[in-house]
Nanobody, 121 residues
Framework: QVQLVESGGGLVQAGGSLRLSCAASGRTFSSYGVGWFRQAPGRERDTVAAITWSGDSTYYAGSVKGRFTISRDNAKNTVYLQMNSLKPEDTAVYYC??????????????WGQGTQVTVSS
């Protein structure tokens, strides 16, 4: 089992950048695929990006492709989401989730508590 903690959210102006972190406990985090999701008020939770356990494959939602980058540092048990050129419509609570060996895709078996991202116009 793995426990996840997100950080890095906050308030930023449109066009700005934020980097979210998803820190995991457990020695075997390197064998977990990880995804980032977001949920705006009154809307469903959507997949934003995901990375396989090996790090050799990534997925991006069309709305963030070219602006967001997912990466992982297994030595630090952390997955990052670099968000550039932020737009007001990116405002949401962002969650990370993990699944062992990409058993679910996008990964969704273990969840963090979420971090709020607010983009002002």
């Amino acid at each position: 089992q793995v426990q996840l903690v997100e950080s890095g959210g906050g308030l930023v102006q449109a066009g700005g950048s934020l980097r979210l972190s998803c820190a995991a406990s457990g020695r075997t985090f390197s064998s977990y695929g990880v995804g980032w999701f977001r949920q705006a008020p009154g809307r469903e939770r959507d997949t934003v990006a995901a990375i396989t356990w090996s790090g050799d494959s990534t997925y991006y939602a069309g709305s963030v492709k070219g602006r967001f980058t997912i990466s992982r540092d297994n030595a630090k048990n952390t997955v990052y989401l670099q968000m550039n050129s932020l737009k007001p419509e990116d405002t949401a609570v962002y969650y990370c989730a993990a699944s062992a060996r990409d058993s679910s895709w996008p990964p969704r078996d273990y969840w963090g508590q979420g971090t709020q991202v607010t983009v002002s116009s």
